[in-house]
């Protein structure tokens, strides 16, 4: 029978329960277990496609399609494994769903009511990955924190489940130990009240991973299992670390995963190979050079919403032995003025996707100074419209080039919205969403980055680059060198002559992992490197021609 873990936050948010409930299922796959892990979320929109990054950061999309919490981004990174539409749930979802049951006659004529409506569509929905793919552990992260009033409807349904399951379920509650400066002194008092609060809403948690400062000595921890109701061993530190990627590490030292196992009355399996992990780290932590590659977004103050790109540019860094220092540029206050003396430092210009003209001009005066430069330049999704813009107005002589998102007046529009979404009007899930094949022109430079001529990534865009400007911007050397072979919609852009000058279309950033770095990445990362190794040459021959 399929095993369900829940992790739930305490005392406040931010706390990490996204990294803790992948790192043990990245320590539980490695012991041969089946696992998967499942967001559910208490905010009332259905899905967090149509949410500002300022609200709520990044929207990570699924390969089936689906617009998902961030989270979904760490359980793919550290699992190295797909999800899907089931595993990312919110409030607003589930209310859709027993309203619409409601109005088809669903329920018989009753009352429909929290209880036990709402919470057995929650339920339902808990158990779904587990029934309908048979994994061993399904784990689930409750979003919020506890004491929250929108949580209490899933809190309930847990608490339910536990009892229907009996020892098939188990609870991970992460809480905060605070370490008090002036009194020098670690305090339990907030993870007491978090867990108090917990039982009183019929919850007590088998297992407390407890975020510190300092380490939690042993007789600290014999007090907070004595107050919280917990065995001594369940009381697992979970120190600050350096990396998130640290984290399944010190999980595996506190043996987090062998507690939960024994606690679920499962055998402990094969001991876990983390040597590709390790190699990462190792990597990671003493890397050989540094890089410098330049941010140009319009939320780049809030870190969240450029999550995966962040991520994946690590990863990349990993592989080439060098860190990747990245400087965030506001796109809103870039210039073609001061355009030269914001990038030229850089060693390479990433141009970020996004919505809306706010900040537009500045990504195109950051694209033309990395063509005109020789700067290595990656444009993503937006990055890549502003990309065809850029060339349209400054090389094909077209003034008033643009997208028809930003300038629907315009009779230059580039860039233009796909024919069959004009009709629609309502926002959500409106886009052209998931995994999405592309042919790439043999002998390009896509084609030899992804060693394939036959790719597939993941797309969230509405507007497309207009086939009617394709012959012109191929003639002057802006080249579409990967289309979608059913549609025909480009997906990539090249340039001749340019060091590395690549526009995509998609999100090459959801597929990178720690285990499988995305080769645009790792590439892009490589062409930085280069760039900054000739600049670096150059200066030295300059300086011994003036000795």
Known sequence: MTKYIFVTGGVTSSLGKGIIAASLAKLLQA?????????????????PGTLNPYEHGECYVTEDGAE??????????????????????????????????????????????????????????????????????VIT?????????????????????????????????????????????????????????MSEQGLIPDVL?????????????????LFCNVTQDAVIEAMDADSIYMVPLEMMREKLDLICLQKLGLQKGTDPDLSKWKEFLNKLRYPKSTVTIGLIGKYVELQDAYKSILEALIHAGAMNECKVEVKN?????????????????????????????????????????????????????????????????????LPRAH????????????I??????????????TMRLGSYACELQPGSLAAEIYGNTLINERHRHRYEFNNEYRERFEQEGFVPVGKNPKSDLVEIVEMKG??????????????????????????????????????????????????
């Open 31 to 47: 012991r041969g277990f089946t696992t998967t892990i499942q967001k559910f979320d208490p905010y009332i929109n259905v899905d």
């Open 68 to 137: 998902t919490d961030l989270d979904l981004g760490h359980y793919e990174r550290y699992l190295n494994t797909y999800t899907s539409q089931a595993n990312n749930v919110t409030t607003g979802r589930i209310y859709q769903y027993v309203i619409n049951n409601e109005r088809a006659g669903g329920y018989l004529g009753k009352t429909v009511q929290v209880i036990p409506h709402i919470t057995d569509e929650i339920k339902r929905r808990m158990k779904l990955l587990g029934e309908t793919k048979q994994y061993d552990i």
């Open 141 to 197: 992260e409750l979003g919020g924190t506890v004491g929250d009033i929108e949580s209490l409807p899933y809190i309930e349904a847990v608490r339910q489940l536990k009892w229907e399951l009996a020892g098939n379920c188990l609870i991970v509650h992460l809480t905060l130990i605070p370490y008090l400066k002036a009194a020098k002194e670690l305090k339990t008092k907030p993870t007491q009240h978090s867990v108090k609060l």
């Open 209 to 225: 991973v407890c975020r510190t400062e300092q380490p939690l000595y042993k007789d600290l921890k014999r007090k907070i299992a």
């Open 329 to 397: 540029i506001h796109s809103e206050y870039l210039t073609k003025e001061n355009a030269e003396s914001k990038l030229e430092s850089l060693d390479a210009i990433l141009v970020a996707p996004g919505f809306g003209s706010r900040g537009i001009e500045g990504k195109i005066d950051a694209i033309r100074y990395a063509r005109e430069s020789g700067m290595p330049f990656l444009g993503i999704c937006l990055g890549m419209q502003m990309a065809c813009v850029e060339f349209a107005r400054n090389v094909l002589g």
């Open 403 to 414: 997208s028809t998102e930003m300038d629907p007046d315009t009779n230059q529009g580039v």
């Open 416 to 429: 233009c919205m796909m024919e069959e979404q004009k009709s629609i009007t309502q926002m959500g899930g």
């Open 498 to 547: 340019h060091p590395f000058y690549v526009g995509v279309q998609f999100h090459p950033e959801y597929k990178s992992t720690v285990e499988n770095p995305h080769p645009l990445f790792v590439a892009f990362v490589k062409a930085a490197k280069d760039a900054q190794e000739q600049r670096s040459a150059a200066v030295e021959k300059a300086n011994s021609l003036v000795i």
